[in-house]
């Protein structure tokens, strides 16, 4: 299992890029997939939320860990948007 410190490595491009963008980009972008993902039936909905929990991981993993409480909400946002995502697909 590759440790924490390579998978900050591996997505470090990812989070490189996003530094890059305008403040605004991820302020409208994030939003846009929670709605969309509760919003479209299906597939559709489920890979928006998909896409929006992969976005949350990269953040998180960008932001520096505080406590053990910060951690489980860390772990736990991504886990519930995939939970949606499932839920969706099943329904």
Same mark, same amino acid.
């Not at 410190?5 to 997505?11: A, K, L």
């Not at 605004?24 to 929006?52: E, I, K, N, R, T």
């Given at each position: 299992?590759?440790?924490?410190?390579?998978?900050?490595?591996?997505?470090? $491009?990812?989070?490189?890029?996003?530094?890059?963008?305008?403040?605004?980009?991820?302020?409208?972008?994030?939003?846009?997939?929670?709605?969309? +993902?509760?919003?479209?039936? +299906?597939?559709? +909905?489920?890979?928006?939320?998909?896409?929006?929990?992969?976005?949350?991981?990269?953040?998180?993993?960008?932001?520096?860990?505080?406590?053990?409480?910060?951690?489980?909400?860390?772990?736990? $946002?991504?886990?519930?948007?995939?939970?949606?995502?499932? +839920?969706?697909?099943?329904?």
């Amino acid at each position: 299992m590759p440790s924490k410190s390579s998978i900050r490595r591996q997505s470090a $491009v990812l989070l490189v890029y996003v530094n890059q963008l305008p403040r605004w980009v991820p302020l409208v972008l994030l939003p846009a997939l929670l709605v969309a +993902g509760l919003a479209l039936p +299906g597939a559709f +909905g489920a890979v928006a939320l998909v896409l929006l929990a992969l976005v949350v991981w990269f953040l998180f993993m960008a932001s520096p860990t505080r406590n053990p409480a910060h951690r489980v909400i860390r772990l736990a $946002v991504p886990l519930v948007l995939l939970a949606f995502a499932i +839920g969706k697909l099943v329904s």
